[in-house]
């Protein structure tokens, strides 16, 4: 009975088998659940990392945008033809530098007083808290004024010139940690000094404040997200993640920053003219990395070279030489065309040399009979000679001078008045 009570169906209390065979076995359903709810949190980390380590290519890492990474926009100061530059410049500083390649379309107002530049460039940059160089893109457009006060030389430069500019430059790096947008607007004004036709020397200065915008990417904290946003306990099933899920995650893990900031720059420029139509440009300039003052100091040197495609506007030529690429037909309708015309003198044409005037008189005027001079007496001469009949066939004698009587205008003729006559019907009676 003993063996019975001890090995039959109802086990000793206390014994340690009983407690085992007392414990349930889990069901099916919690073995489902617990592995939909481990699937879940895989996918829900899964869509986490791949949202936010996309979105850490597009956007900084950590927060380094700076002002003071956009291009120099000014690439000539001669605004007295339209003309195309290309340049190199390259920027040093300490552990790191920028190099840029530029590219100008520059358009010239006529009067030479206004050049309009827009400029395309290529830029790379490394630092040496990154492993990585950005590469990006900028683009510019500048206004460049050009105010003489002193002579001009024969070739149109100005001996001493104001240049104010105003523009802007977008420009956009990208790499792995540092990407980041800076939109600069840039005020600044040089001084071009042209001692010599050949050379011109410009100091500048440029204040560019600009907008700059930054991102921080934070890690992503799953332990506040609520299970039951995602997983039924009833049906045991994982909820689909949407869109909103995706950029919600997004928006709690990236915070986008945006920061205000003035860079300045200084610089020298020295061009030389080889020709009207060619000029060799030097570049040497001071700026940061950073607001004005502030950051590593950075040197730029580089050079370009301006070819004009277009001829010098002729308001900036001397006079003599302000028509010499003008076409006859333009000078006259110029010529005629000046509004001081009224005030010219009145043309006095000699009838015997340029012929019979345009300008009609009534026809058939009276004929006049010019009066004869007062003469003395003459003196006693001895009688004439019997005259000599004339062989036949001559020509009579033509009257003396005192005795000629100027014939009348042919009927339908015109005569010089003394008005003033067109320029154009000037020449063409002329020849």
């Known amino acids: 009975m003993r063996e019975q009570e001890v090995c039959g ?52 890492k950590p927060a380094s945008a700076r002002p003071g990474t956009h291009p120099i926009v000014t690439s ?42 827009f400029g395309l460039y290529y830029e790379n940059y490394r630092n040496k808290d990154t492993t990585n160089t950005a ?51 840039v005020l600044g004004i040089g001084v071009p000094v ?20 930054d991102t921080v990417i934070k890690p992503y904290d799953l332990s506040n997200e609520k299970l039951e946003n995602y997983y039924d306990a009833q049906t045991g099933k994982l909820r689909d993640i949407t869109s909103d899920d995706v950029e919600r995650i997004v928006r709690k893990s990236v915070e986008l920053k945006t920061s205000f900031a003035a860079g300045f720059r200084g610089g020298l420029d020295l061009s030389l003219h080889a020709s009207d139509y060619f000029d060799f440009n030097f570049k040497a300039a001071m700026s940061s990395v950073g607001g004005a003052f502030d950051g590593p100091r950075v040197l730029y040197l580089g050079g370009g070279i301006s070819w004009r495609w277009d001829n010098i506007v002729p308001a900036v030529l001397p006079s003599d030489k302000r028509l010499l690429r003008e076409s ?28 019979p005037s345009s300008i009609n008189t009534p026809t058939n005027p009276a004929p006049t009979t010019p009066s004869q001079p007062a003469s003395p007496a003459p003196a006693p001469s001895p009688a004439p000679a019997a005259p000599t009949p004339a062989p036949a066939g001559s020509a009579p004698a033509a009257p003396s001078s005192l005795d000629a009587v100027p014939p009348a205008a042919p009927s339908g003729t015109t005569t010089n008045v003394g008005a003033f006559e067109p320029t154009s019907q000037l020449w063409q009676t002329v020849q």
């Open 194 to 213: 042209t001692p010599s036709k050949y050379i011109s020397i410009v100091p500048w200065f440029e204040l560019s404040p600009g907008v700059n915008l």
């Open 76 to 117: 000539t100061w001669d605004a007295r033809a339209s003309s195309v530059v290309l340049g190199y410049h390259h920027g040093s500083f300490s552990g790191g530098g920028f190099n840029i390649v530029s590219y100008h379309a520059n358009f010239s107002s006529t009067s030479g007083l206004l050049s309009a530049q």
């Open 328 to 355: 006859c037909d333009a000078v006259e309708e110029r010529f005629v065309s000046c509004p001081n015309s009224s005030n010219w003198r009145k043309i006095e044409a000699d009838p015997a040399q340029s012929g």
């Open 9 to 60: 169906d109802n086990p000793v209390e206390g014994s340690g088998l009983g407690e085992q065979r007392s414990q349930p076995a889990p069901s099916a359903d919690d073995e489902h659940a617990r592995r939909d709810q481990r699937a879940f949190f895989r996918r829900i980390r899964a869509v986490a990392v791949s949202a936010v380590g996309l979105l850490a290519l597009l956007v900084v």
């Open 135 to 185: 590469h990006g893109m900028a683009a510019s457009a500048n206004a460049v004024f050009n105010v003489p006060v002193a002579r001009r030389f024969e070739n149109g430069l100005p001996l001493v010139a104001i240049n104010p500019y105003i523009g802007a430059v977008p420009t956009v790096l990208i790499a792995g940690e540092r990407n980041y947008i800076t939109i600069p607007v």
